[in-house]
């Protein structure tokens, strides 16, 4: 009964969102009020619906139905009930209904925080997102359902992955869903923009804050991936240049150049057609990313069940809404005319250039991972690429991207001068210079690539100290508290996600640079020196978990004689799906992991073992989370909290309603 | 051109390629051997130890070379359809035991039948590594020049010998 209460909601928001997609739009086109009024009772109608929908297959989680065909391939009896309940994203059919049900949510949130948006504006976004609701219901409801039936039902289910049983694994799909789907609100915008015509500094400003939300939201998620991969794989890589990581890495480029493209459109009126563009590729790279892992058509770590059914209705519906989309803004964006000029060395001119190497980075990594595809498509061979290829052409890409990252923001807007720029960066640079040569030198291996990222490391953080001080030097305040106080939150979110770039950087140099592993057949009492550390093997013992049993190893880990801690690495088999999974034992810190995971039983209780010293390697999701910390400072911005608050049209508004506030 | 229809231009591109992709199968993996001379060997036959088996002897003939294993369970799917090719007398078949124990290996071949004219042993699986194989059953087809022409990864079935093998098997005789 409650799977067909899903069902049946699923079928009503469709229903909702052909309404949504059609009636405010059209409304907006002739003027309509009352059908652009639509748009928002249906938004919130639809959400309803679709929560219900997630909320039914949930309770069939929870409830051990394995009648439901879906509950029955990825859940058993013997599973917690938390990965019962992230066993709705375990899998492909719910995984689509997580992706519609926070594209429903962002499309709630958008009713609540369009206030101060003109009519037309707000029931065009909402409808762009109806269409694209419409399209992954249909999907649903045509060739992916959730709740479709399994009679007569099992007797108990199939389990899920184990893989995807860890807590990294219940929170990364969802974090992952929202900054993805979080760009369709930046592309509704766009598309609202487009249709109407009226791509103008407003359009921007409101479209910030979206975009920097879901930005925020994809690198959290796809830091939480990466940090997954590092402690469930096994083998402590973090970052495997996969084709569904580059699917999430692509729109993460994009947006990160529309996170900016924007505040120039927003600050100076300039780059909005290329801004629209940016908007659109997002979200398109988010579909695509979609269509990449649902289909099959290339071969991942991720390999879901494909089905080339599914695989051509994405197909088509990536043709209808990129295609559409493009089509529109090459019928519109002629029109829109450029916005002011300035000299190519200014703030706008470097931000251009930034903008241009993200795009140059998305597209490289675009390439790499269409290529064996065409190659295959045109019958020349079958080949894969890797990471030698992404390597050797993101680096030179991103080099002189983060080196101008670091002037961008203290040049002035329009047109900057040179020898200013020169005395002002002189410090920044001679200290970065001078650091990145001596420190891999104190720290005892000198290589070019060490001392490289270390200078762009250090020289984003100098940069950002020279410009705060600037910075503080003109804004009021007596003490110094009062004028760090007065320094608006957006400016410390560029400082602080630019700085989370580079502890990112160090942290990559450093595990580059100065990561050891070791090989090792260890037997009972055993020890091993890996770096300063000594591993004592003190043998296994088996263990039962709910629903493994697994042999697990004691590791007693020294430095100089005293015991540092203990590791308890374990190999575990999962009955069901007679999995054998390889959990690893991490000693994180600050400035070293130290890893153990078991490989083989040998003989005698003997067992193959890897460790690994990893310098600095948590700095890399550091780093990510600094970014998203950064972004997060900037959208609690004073001004958008204002707006918020007051819900009133900041934008010129009719003449009656602000008569209205008045009296 | 208009430069505003340059990104939807390379969408089009793209999508077509995503289109062509999507009737592709990326595990599909190629031989890299098919198109070159089958590796020389001479191993001991399964029968007669003292005899050797070598495709040396097998020039001028189209000839089936099948890779199994009394320990697999590919192999006794695909015993029946190995049976059936070779009293259809259409084509010869010789047998590579791939890491065996021979006893087990004549037992299973006095249980199912032998569908092979000669059977080679290969116990430590260097022919194996010669011929590429990634796992038993595998099955080369091989022409009149020695020549390896077609690689079946996984065990035959009716179908694969009535579309694929057979035909090519006519082809090269003809050849």
């Given amino acids: 009964m409650i799977p067909e209460i899903g069902h049946f909601a699923l079928i009503l928001a469709l229903c909702v969102a052909l309404v949504q997609g059609i009636l405010p739009i059209y409304g907006a086109a002739v003027g309509n009020s009352g059908l652009m009024a639509v748009a928002k009772p249906a938004a919130r109608t639809q959400f309803l619906l679709v929560l219900t929908a997630f909320g039914c297959l949930a309770y069939a989680f929870a409830d051990k139905d394995f009648s439901v065909l879906y509950v029955a391939a990825t859940s058993n009896s013997q599973l917690p009930l938390h990965y019962r309940l992230a066993a709705i994203w375990g899998a492909h059919e719910g995984s689509l209904l997580l992706w519609t049900f926070i594209l429903t949510l962002w499309m709630f949130a958008v009713t609540l925080f369009s206030g101060h948006l003109p009519e037309t504006t707000r029931s065009r976004i909402l409808g762009v997102m109806g269409l694209v609701s419409v399209g992954f219901l249909l999907f649903m409801l045509t060739v992916s359902n959730p709740f479709e039936r399994l009679i007569p039902a099992a007797a108990e289910g199939r389990d899920l992955n184990p893989l995807l049983q860890d807590p990294g694994m219940v929170i990364h799909p969802p974090m992952l869903y929202m900054g993805y789907v979080g760009f369709s609100v930046a592309f509704a915008f766009a598309i609202a923009a487009l249709l109407g015509g009226n791509l103008d500094a407003a359009w921007a400003r409101w479209s910030r804050p979206w975009t920097t939300v879901a930005w925020c939201f994809l690198t959290v998620g796809i830091a939480l991936g990466s940090g997954w991969a590092y402690y469930e794989l096994g083998w402590g890589g973090w970052w495997f240049w996969d084709p569904v990581e580059n699917a999430s890495f692509m729109p993460w480029l994009a947006g990160t150049a529309l996170v900016h493209s924007l505040a120039v459109t927003d600050k100076r009126g300039g780059f909005k057609v290329w801004t629209v563009l940016l908007a659109i590729m997002a979200f398109s790279l988010s579909l695509l990313g979609t269509f990449l892992v649902r289909s099959g058509v290339l071969t991942s770590v991720h390999a879901f069940a494909t089905d080339p059914k599914r695989g051509l209705f994405i197909l088509v519906f990536l043709a209808i809404v990129i295609g559409g989309s493009l089509a529109l803004y090459a019928w519109r964006a002629p029109k829109v005319g450029l916005g002011g000029s300035f000299a190519m060395l200014s703030r706008e001119g470097m931000l251009l250039a930034n903008n241009v190497l993200l795009v140059a980075a998305m597209g490289s990594v675009l390439l790499g991972t269409l290529y064996p595809l065409f190659l295959d498509a045109l019958d020349l061979g079958k080949i894969s690429v890797g990471p030698p290829y992404f390597d050797s052409v993101f680096v030179p890409l991103m080099v002189p991207a983060i080196f101008l990252m670091g002037i961008g923001p203290l040049a002035q807007w329009k047109k900057a001068s040179v020898p200013d720029l020169a005395k002002r960066l002189k410090w920044a640079f001679g200290v970065s210079l001078v650091s990145a040569l001596t420190l891999p030198i104190v720290m005892g291996n000198w290589t070019p690539l060490l001392s490289l990222g270390l200078l762009l490391a250090i020289w984003i953080v100098t940069t950002s100290a020279i410009g705060l001080r600037e910075r503080l030097a003109h804004v009021n305040g007596n003490s110094l508290v009062e004028r760090l106080a007065s320094v608006p939150r957006s400016y410390w979110g560029m400082l602080v996600a630019h700085c989370g770039i580079a502890v990112f950087i160090v942290g990559v140099t450093m595990v580059k640079g100065f990561e050891t592993e070791k090989d090792v057949r260890m037997n009972v009492g055993e020890t091993a020196s890996i770096g300063d550390y000594t591993f004592r093997f003190d043998g296994t013992q088996d263990v039962v978990g709910p629903n493994y049993t697994a042999a697990r190893g004691t590791f007693h880990v020294s430095r100089d004689g005293r015991e540092t801690t203990v590791l308890y690495p374990e190999k575990r088999r999962y009955p069901v799906q007679n999995q054998i999974m390889t959990e690893a034992a991490i000693d994180p810190g600050l400035l070293r992991d130290l890893y153990v995971s078991l490989g083989e039983p040998i003989d005698d209780g003997a067992w193959s073992v890897r460790l690994y010293h990893k310098p600095f390697i948590d700095w890399i999701w550091g780093g990510c989370f600094i970014m998203a910390l950064g972004g997060a400072l900037a959208i609690s911005d004073r001004r958008y909290r204002l707006a918020w608050r007051r819900q009133e049209p900041v934008v010129p508004v009719p003449t009656r309603t602000a008569r209205r506030k008045v009296a | ?175």
């Fill in chain 2, 1 to 175: 051109m208009n430069r505003f229809l340059l990104p939807l231009s390379i969408f089009v591109v793209v999508v077509g390629f995503l289109g062509i992709g999507l009737t592709l199968n990326p595990r599909e993996i190629p031989s890299p051997l098919v198109g070159k001379a089958a590796p020389e060997f001479s191993q001991p036959q399964l029968y007669d130890q003292e005899k050797v088996f070598s495709p040396a002897d097998l020039k001028g003939k189209v000839w089936l070379l099948n890779f199994w294993a009394s320990w697999c369970s590919g192999c006794k799917t695909e015993h029946p359809v190995l049976m059936d090719l070779a009293q259809s007398g259409q084509v010869t078949i010789y047998g590579m035991d791939y890491k065996d124990q021979r006893e087990e290996a004549l037992t299973w071949l006095q249980r199912g039948g032998n569908p092979y004219s000669v059977v080679g042993v290969d116990e430590v699986g260097r022919v194996g590594i010669n011929f590429g194989v990634y796992g038993v059953p595998e099955t080369y087809v091989i022409d009149k020049q020695g020549v390896i022409r077609y690689k079946q990864i996984g065990p035959l079935y009716p179908d694969t010998v009535e579309k694929k093998i057979l035909p090519l098997v006519k082809q090269l005789e003809s050849e």
